[in-house]
T-cell receptor
Framework: SAVISQKPSRDICQRGTSLTIQCQVD?????MFWYRQQPGQSLTLIAT?????????ESGFVIDKFPISRPNLTFSTLTVSNMSPEDSSIYLC??????????FGPGTRLLVL | RKEVEQDPGPFNVPEGATVAFNCTYS??????FFWYRQDCRKEPKLLMS???SGNEDGRFTAQLNRASQYISLLIRDSKLSDSATYLC???????????FGRGTSLIVHP
C-alpha cells in the first residue's frame, strides 16, 4: 500500500493568483498522477508526473496552466496558475503500485473567488 | 458514447436490502476492472478488483461480462456504512491510464 499526504488540504484564492499543491508518498513509486474532480463529476486525469522529465498532459490540460514538478520518486507538486473561478475543484494526487492498485491522497479543495 | 458509463443514482435502499450496480464500458480491449468507493468529501479507495471469474469479498460480489461489456457490483445485507459513491474503473490493454466512471451514489437508510 501507499500513504499519501497533500498540502494544503484546502484553500480559498483570488482569481489571477497561483497555488502550488504538494504531494508526498511514504514509499518510492513509479507512477504518479494528478486528477481533478468537480462536484458530482468523475475523476479527470490532468497529467502523469514523470520523475526527471516533463509531465505527460492529457487533452485539455497544458503545462503553462498546470506546471508539475517531480524531483524524486516520493514527491510531486502541481501548480494551478492564473486561477479563475472555473478552476475551483478538488485536486487529487494518486500513485499506482506494482499490483495496479491506485491510491489517492486526501485531496486539496480549492475555491477561487 | 462515454468510455465508462454508470447510472449516477442515487440508489436509496433500506438496511438489509440487496442492491446491484452495473457499469458499461465501450473499449472491447479493456483488460483491468475495478470498483472503488468514495465517501463524501473523501478520496476514492479500492473496494475490489473484478476478475473474469468473478470476485467475492464478504457481502460484496463483483462480476465481469465481457460479451456485453459490463461489470457489476452486488451488495448483500446493506449496512448504513455502505452509503457512498461507487466508482467503476476500467483500463484498456493499450494504456496504463485507467478511466473512471462518474460513480453511482448509494444511500442506505434505517
Amino acid at each position: 500500500s501507499a500513504v499519501i499526504s497533500q498540502k494544503p488540504s484546502r484553500d480559498i484564492c483570488q482569481r489571477g493568483t497561483s497555488l502550488t499543491i504538494q504531494c508526498q508518498v511514504d514509499s518510492q513509486v513509479t507512477m504518479m498522477f494528478w486528477y481533478r474532480q468537480q462536484p458530482g463529476q468523475s475523476l479527470t486525469l490532468i497529467a502523469t508526473a514523470n520523475q526527471g522529465s516533463e509531465a505527460t498532459y492529457e487533452s485539455g490540460f497544458v503545462i503553462d496552466k498546470f506546471p508539475i514538478s517531480r524531483p524524486n520518486l516520493t514527491f510531486s507538486t502541481l501548480t494551478v496558475s492564473n486561477m479563475s473561478p472555473e478552476d475551483s475543484s478538488i485536486y487529487l494526487c494518486s500513485v499506482r503500485t506494482g499490483q495496479e492498485t491506485q491510491y489517492f491522497g486526501p485531496g486539496t479543495r480549492l475555491l477561487v473567488l | 458514447r462515454k468510455e465508462v458509463e454508470q447510472d449516477p443514482g442515487p440508489f436509496n435502499v433500506p438496511e438489509g436490502a440487496t442492491v446491484a450496480f452495473n457499469c458499461t464500458y465501450s473499449n472491447s480491449a479493456s483488460q483491468s476492472f475495478f470498483w472503488y468507493r468514495q465517501d463524501c468529501r473523501k478520496e476514492p479507495k479500492l473496494l475490489m478488483s473484478v476478475y473474469s471469474s468473478g470476485n467475492e469479498d464478504g457481502r460484496f460480489t463483483a462480476q465481469l461480462n465481457r460479451a456485453s461489456q459490463y461489470i457489476s457490483l452486488l451488495i448483500r445485507d446493506s449496512k448504513l456504512s455502505d452509503s457512498a459513491t461507487y466508482l467503476c474503473v476500467v483500463r484498456s490493454g493499450g494504456s496504463y491510464i485507467p478511466t473512471f466512471g462518474r460513480g453511482t451514489s448509494l444511500i442506505v437508510h434505517p
